[in-house]
């Protein structure tokens, strides 16, 4: 930007300071020095003979204008006589230069007279010489015109801190998301296991206070915005009844009170959602105590439920246990005990341990880098329930026998193994604080343990599982194995009571029937896999033939579709054809009965009459072309309905010949009664023509071809010429049916 510089600066006060000086001085050699300054006073500020005007007369003009004194200085005086012997801060202003130069006296002159030679001296100075140059100046980015007043003051750049609270409170808002959408989840996964046996009124008033609890808090939000709303209201009429004061506009004398007001208002706010927020901890708290309390209750009724399977010791089970037991669980026991895991599953956090689907993620993926897999959580875990469990005469050599056998299976085979289990989760916990910015050390460490007992609930749901599957297996191989021994024994029988004799070999049948029987067992199995792999090939042929029709049919209704939308095209652009030859004929028509009412009355006009004479042609060419587009148009429409004649002749059936008894022709004499035995003898038309040579069939048919007999079956052949025909005469319809008397002839 351009800046005007000078060497020395005679502005505001100096000004003044600067004119007393030349009031005082006469002497030649002071103002010879002052006239050889290299930059004067500019040109603005220079005073000529003919209009001199001293800063005294200015100054006393002005005291003229104005009855008494300025306006702040009045409203001041006003605001004091209103607050009376009231003092605040607001009150007090620290005294200023320029108060004691408003408040001096008002024909006190600021400056001393100003002499008329001094005057003269000082319009003989040359003018102002001024350098302009460009200084650098740093202007942030310009916004557009429109969104120049909309921008409002540049945004101040967020720091560090405030970023991470931001995007803490963004994860907040999504974990409080996530846990809402879970919640109702459970419950309704709950209210349908439970069936009839969940309370109608408990859950009827369950399921609103679930649908209650977004509108309340939609309702708290809208409240608190009204309150911020009002606030700002008063706040910003506060700031522009100052803004107005300050410009001397007008007066209020209870602008104090109205900000008093305003101070009340914003600490009564405060202090609302003070009180509101101790209400919600205070019941977050209760909820807490009561859910703690009620998952104690919880574990002590499965305590209660599975405490005589738990009584057992682990030396008791390794010297009463039976292999039969596990083929005599029922079925029923197994289910419940799977029933019973997944409740405890749900029960314990769900899937993610009411964690958001993305922290948990980040946490099995810090797990899964730190080498803490499921397979080691479950060993480690395994180990520490072994240790705590068994309590040995000889403690400290089994302890290190189990230490020992642990590190070899983790792989380690050090004795630093359990070392690298807690140095991998001292390495862990603090990158999973990082990464996971809304838990804390304490819930990730929580949320560890819960994960092993999850991968530990899960291990035994598997382990349950496959218990159930071995035993059905092996169920089943008993049953056929006994079935195939019960038929052996059923035959043996029968054979022993025929023949008495073959009873004493029945220890020896007896020794090969396990045998025999896993044999037929075999092919039994291996039969059933041949089944059951045919009866798959049938039905994936059966599928493929099915979906081959459905391919085929949606073809043919597409070119159906394509030939009714085609025949629709033609006859439209026939239509839209006809209808204009008919406009332009109208026109032509026109034309020539206006050409003829001229010719009488205008026959001195020649142009006129050359261009009646060059219309004829016109005429003709018109006529022709469009002649030429409508037989076109409908050679193209003749062979569309061609076609559709076509097919629907060969989707329908040909008409039934009528017998000579019935319809007598007007070639055969009329039957009598019945018909002879030398009537039924003659040949028919059939038999007749496959009876003639190849000379004769070409002779008939270069006969026909004369005849245009082709015609007959194929009406149009000329507006249908790639029409692709079998042969001579051939028309592709179905076969003749046959009559029910010579069906089996």
């Known amino acids: 930007m351009h800046q005007l510089t000078r060497s020395s600066a005679l502005l505001g006060g100096q000004q003044a300071l600067r004119l007393q000086q030349l009031q005082g001085l006469s002497d030649d050699l002071v103002h010879h020095t002052h006239l050889q300054r290299q930059s004067p006073l500019p ?126 409170q963004r994860q907040f808002t999504q974990r409080a998301a996530v846990l809402e959408r879970e919640c109702e989840s ?32 939609a309702q708290d939000a809208r409240r608190v915005a009204q309150q911020l709303q009002a606030l700002r209201r008063k706040l910003a009429r506060v700031a522009l009844k100052l803004n107005e004061m300050r410009n001397g506009a007008t007066y209020y004398a209870d602008l104090q009170l109205r900000i008093e007001a305003l101070e009340a208002a914003i600490a009564a706010f405060r202090l609302a959602q003070r009180e509101h927020f101790d209400a919600l901890v205070l019941d977050e708290r209760l909820l807490a105590t009561e859910l703690s309390a009620f998952a104690d209750r919880m574990r002590c009724w499965e305590a209660e439920a599975s ?73 480690h875990h395994a180990f520490q329930a072994r240790a705590e469990a068994s309590n040995p005469p000889s403690g400290d050599e089994r302890e290190c026998d189990q230490e020992e056998a642990y590190e070899t299976r983790m792989g380690t085979g050090t004795p630093g193994g359990l070392v690298d289990y807690d140095a991998a989760v001292a390495r862990f916990l603090p990158q999973c604080v990082a990464k996971v910015a809304t838990r804390s050390a304490d819930a990730v460490r929580g949320h560890l343990i819960w994960y092993v007992d999850h991968l530990e609930l899960e291990q035994q749901k598997r382990a349950a599982i496959c218990a159930w599957k071995h035993r059905k297996a092996r169920e089943r191989e008993q049953l056929l194995r006994q079935g195939l021994v019960g038929a052996r024994e059923s035959g043996v029988g029968e054979s022993a009571g025929a023949s008495p004799s073959l009873s004493s070999s029945s220890p020896r049948l007896d020794a090969g029937n396990d045998a025999d029987a896993e044999a037929e067992a075999e092919e039994r199995r291996r039969l059933q896999a041949a089944a059951s792999k045919a009866k798959k090939e049938k039905l ?18 597409e070119r159906a579709l394509a030939r009714e939308k085609e025949a629709q095209d033609a006859k439209r652009k026939q239509e839209q054809l006809e209808a204009k030859q008919q406009v332009l004929l109208y026109k032509l028509q026109k034309e020539q009965e206006a050409a003829a009412s001229e010719s009488p009355r ?118 249908i010429p790639d029409v692709k025909v079998k042969s001579f005469g051939h028309v592709p319809i179905q076969p003749r049916a046959v009559p029910a008397w010579r069906r089996h002839l």
């Open 43 to 168: 040109p603005v500020l220079q005073l000529h003979a003919p209009a001199s005007r001293t800063v005294e007369a200015i100054l006393d003009a002005r005291r003229q204008q104005q009855p008494s004194g300025s306006t702040a200085a009045r409203l001041r005086t006003k605001i004091d006589e209103a607050r009376g012997s009231i003092r605040t801060e607001r009150s007090e202003r620290p005294p200023c230069r320029a108060a004691n130069l408003v408040t001096a006296e008002p024909h006190e002159p600021l400056v001393p007279p100003f002499a008329s030679a001094d005057a003269k001296r000082v319009a003989a100075l040359p003018p102002a010489a001024t350098r302009r140059k460009i200084g650098a100046m740093r202007r942030r980015a310009a916004a557009p015109e429109g969104d120049a007043a909309a921008a409002g003051p540049p945004r101040r750049k967020l720091a560090k801190q405030e970023l991470e609270w931001f995007e803490k």
């Open 186 to 217: 459970c419950w309704r996964q709950f209210a349908n296991s439970s069936g009839a046996a969940l309370s109608a009124p408990a859950a009827a008033a369950i399921q609103r206070s679930l649908e209650e609890l977004p509108s309340a808090r």
């Open 602 to 719: 205008s026959p001195s006009r020649s142009p006129p009459y050359e261009a009646s004479s060059a219309s004829p042609v016109a005429k003709e060419e018109l006529l022709e072309r469009s002649r030429q587009a409508i037989e076109s148009a409908k050679a193209k429409r003749a062979k569309l309905r061609a076609l559709e004649a076509r097919k629907r002749k060969q989707t329908e059936l040909p008409a039934r010949p009528s017998s000579s008894r019935h319809a007598p022709s007007p070639t055969v004499p009329a039957a009598r009664g019945s018909a002879s035995p030398a009537q039924l003898l003659q040949p028919t038309q059939a038999s007749h023509a496959r009876a003639l040579g190849k000379a004769e069939l070409r002779a008939k048919a270069a006969e026909r071809r004369r005849q245009n007999a082709h015609d007959a079956f194929f009406p149009g052949a000329q507006a």
């Open 540 to 557: 994936l042929s059966e599928w493929r033939e099915e979906k081959r029709m459905q391919q085929q049919a949606a073809r043919k209704r």
């Open 307 to 379: 405490g005589p399977s738990a009584r057992e010791t682990s030396g008791e089970r390794s010297n009463q246990w039976d292999p039969r037991e596990s083929q005599e669980l029922l079925e029923a026991d197994v289910m419940a005990r799977v029933r019973r895991l997944n409740e405890l599953l749900l029960k314990s956090g769900g899937p993610r341990g009411g964690w958001d689907e993305r922290e948990h993620r980040v946490f099995t993926s810090l797990l899964q880098r730190y080498g803490l897999t499921d397979d080691v959580l479950l060993e």
